[in-house]
């Protein structure tokens, strides 16, 4: 007999007593959670530490973390380097209200990396990182609507919220989508100026782009990183489009920049007008940046004349987050990246395996080290055939996958490996999740 969502919950709620009673503690004055993204039902696991590849819960069990703090901890927890870097910077200061140094420094290294980043400031946020790039674009182009794709999510401000997961009856057509705005309290604005794209359809791109092409400052491109099968060909696509129509092409590689060293783009062989990035650079602290072409970044540059842009913030480039990026980055190198790549490889090689073995209709997408689970046969290559996948057995596998050490990403989406693990424990992530199923599908 199959094993119920119930009893699995029932399981869990036997194994996480010290998780429940603070959890019921903090709701109250957290509004549910410290932030959205730290619930899932029945209550979030409360974590007391990690190191390495591992996570050790209240309750005391240990986790293979296959999250990793939203994929931000490419290093997994406790990096040597990344803690004496910390305690460095925080033994001569933690924020003196001027500039350290290590700014330049770190903003050299990412130049230095990525072939179209001539220019770059640091943001406390992705958020942040991409309400700056596009006030940039509006106000070098002088126009006003934003381009993005449907599903493409690029933070949390009124103008990209818009279509990050609309309800499919008032999306309209899948290759002229409707701006669906993403949260309550927002700015009617913010849908009337975006015009939203489809994911892997080129024909329908260029028809939007060109149609809307006199009023659009920018394309933001979220590459979903192992959460969409995006092909290089579309990517160049997009870029070979914008540039056609004089458009302003912003890449958001928040989550893609560690699948190599010069990013995704380098992968896809594109060159944005403009990049954004956030997660890894900031080695575990709060972290954004933006920059690409010197003659759009040079508009912050008031130190010769005014210009008219102005970008800044309390803790924008914080040392604490500097001096943690930039050893985060020195660790990065291309023999840690491709051990990366490697490990997702072979669990997407595995465990796609594994769900043609029980036939079952699931399969694993991964770009590099970022990787989902879906119940899907077809390809995930735009927002509907996503918002299509079967989320029946998604949390029974999430709360099984726990139950066996495994700590993932709730909804099974955008789960990241991390560079202490080995292939044994994706050998035994892929083990768990073949016990997963044995017991519910
Ligand atoms: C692709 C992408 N862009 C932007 C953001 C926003 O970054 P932040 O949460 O640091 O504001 C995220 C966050 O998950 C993201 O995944």
Not at 240 to 258: A, N, S
Not at 355 to 372: E, K, L, M, N, P
Request: net charge negative; glycine share 10%; aromatic share 8%.
């Amino acid at each position: 007999m199959l094993t119920s969502l119930a009893d699995l919950e029932a399981r869990y709620r036997r194994a996480s007593p010290n998780s429940r009673a603070l959890f019921e503690q903090g709701r109250s004055y957290t509004a549910g959670a410290a932030k959205g993204a730290y619930y899932y039902p029945p209550y979030p696991l409360t974590m007391a530490r990690g190191q390495g590849c591992y996570l050790w819960d209240v309750d005391g069990r240990r986790y293979v973390d296959c999250a990793n703090h939203h994929t931000a901890q490419v290093l997994g927890h406790g990096n040597e380097l990344v803690e004496a870097a910390v305690r460095e910077q925080m033994q001569k200061g933690i924020a003196l209200g001027a500039p350290i140094g290590i700014e330049s420094e770190i903003a050299r290294a990412m130049c230095d990396r990525v072939d179209a980043l001539e220019r770059i400031r640091f943001v406390n946020s992705g958020t942040e990182a991409t309400l700056h790039a596009i006030r940039l674009a509006r106000g070098y182009t002088q126009r006003g609507k934003i381009a993005k794709f449907e599903g493409g999510y690029h933070g949390s401000h009124d103008a990209v919220e818009v279509s990050v997961a609309p309800p499919l009856d008032q999306a309209g057509p899948a290759d002229a989508p409707i701006a669906v705005p993403t949260a309550g309290g927002m700015s009617p604005s913010a849908a009337s100026e975006a015009i939203i794209l489809p994911y892997s359809d080129p024909e329908a791109v260029e028809r939007l782009v060109a149609e809307h092409a006199s009023e659009l400052a920018c394309v933001l491109f979220d590459p979903k990183a192992g959460v969409l099968d995006i092909q290089p060909d579309f990517a160049r696509a997009v870029r070979d489009i914008t540039r056609r129509h004089g458009i302003l092409l912003i890449f958001d590689e928040i989550v893609g920049f560690r699948t190599s060293v010069g990013g995704l783009q380098e992968v896809y062989g594109i060159d944005p007008d403009l990049s954004c990035f956030g997660k890894i650079i900031g080695g575990g602290f709060p972290v954004g940046a933006f920059g690409g072409r010197a003659d759009l970044m040079d508009l912050f540059d008031n130190s010769q004349q005014a210009t008219g842009f102005f970008q800044s913030g309390t803790f924008s480039a914080h040392p604490v987050a500097m001096a943690a990026g930039l050893a985060t980055l020195n660790e990065l190198t291309p023999q840690t990246i491709a051990h990366l790549n490697a490990l997702g490889t072979r669990l997407k090689d595995q465990l796609n395996a594994l769900f043609a073995d029980r036939a079952i209709a699931a399969q694993a997408v991964c770009t590099g080290s970022v990787f989902s689970i879906y119940f899907a046969r077809g390809p995930i290559a735009n927002y509907r055939a996503l918002a299509a996948t079967d989320k029946t057995l998604i949390q029974p596998l999430f709360l099984s996958l726990i139950e066996q050490g495994y700590f993932l990403g709730p909804g099974l989406g955008m789960c990241a490996l991390s560079a202490p693990m080995d292939p044994g424990h994706i050998d035994g992530l892929v083990a768990a999740v073949g016990n997963a199923l044995a017991e519910i599908a």
